[in-house]
């Protein structure tokens, strides 16, 4: 089945900085990559979303980028402001025409950004 | 839209009692999936479900769980004779057409065994 590994496990960056996190996966046949922001206590709420027609995709601030060829994607977020704080999970589903895809998740990133 | 509603939110079981997880998906959506998450861990799949069919349940363990999906009602998740190792936070989420298109996740019960 389908193995998800992320990288690292925490992040401290500075107010302003960019952070990356960056995931693997081991299905080929996977098509579908959301992140997940989850802040202490709460749900985790999806934030964006990539498919594996496109490489690259943005909104705002955060960014993800996908190599299938290499089958890796990340997550980028510029200017970062301490709300970013929080633990990020990747993950990576197939898509059997849409009757399937359980997602399986990354063991997450602990993202603390410093005012 | 209420959004995905579990309850209770927080649940707390001696060892070899049961446990009882309510999940009601958001409206219009029939795909349910449930998640553990122990404390400084990932979300860890149990169980996929569309009303009145388990599609996947190759993440749950073999004995003292279940799950269902009735016709009418919410999605149970069942634990019988918990033990400790059971604490954790359960997720549900629902989907409508299965995880290409994203979940949305519940708040979670938070299952504390003593």
């Known amino acids: 089945g389908e193995n998800v590994e992320q990288h690292p496990s925490t992040l401290s960056v500075q107010e302003g900085d960019s952070a990356v996190i960056k995931c693997t996966y081991s299905?080929?046949?996977?098509?579908?990559f959301p992140w997940y922001k989850q802040e202490l206590g709460k749900r985790p709420q999806l934030i964006i979303d990539?498919?594996?027609?496109?490489g690259e995709k943005k909104d705002q601030r955060i960014a993800v980028t996908l190599n299938k060829t290499a089958k890796h994607f990340s997550l980028h977020i510029t200017e970062t402001q301490p709300e970013d704080s929080a633990v990020y999970f990747c993950a990576a589903s197939i898509d059997y025409g849409g009757s399937q895809g359980n997602l399986i998740f990354g063991k997450g990133t602990k993202l603390s950004v410093k005012p | 839209n209420a959004g995905v509603m579990q309850n209770p939110r927080h649940l707390v079981r001696r060892r070899g009692q049961e446990a009882r997880l309510r999940c009601s998906p958001m409206k219009g959506h029939s795909h349910v999936y449930w998640y553990r998450q122990l404390p400084e861990e990932g979300l860890k799949f149990m169980v996929y479900l569309q009303k009145e069919n388990i599609i996947d349940e190759s993440g749950m363990p073999k004995e003292r769980f279940s799950a269902e999906f009735p016709k009418e009602g919410p999605s149970i998740l069942r634990i019988q004779q918990v033990v400790r190792g059971d604490s954790a936070a359960y997720f549900c989420?629902?989907?409508?057409?299965?995880?290409?298109?994203?979940?949305?996740f519940g708040s979670g019960t938070r299952l504390t065994v003593v």
């Open positions: 989420a629902s989907s409508p057409r299965g995880g290409f298109y994203g979940y949305t």
């Open positions: 299905d080929s046949a996977s098509n579908y």
């Open positions: 990539i498919r594996s027609n496109v």
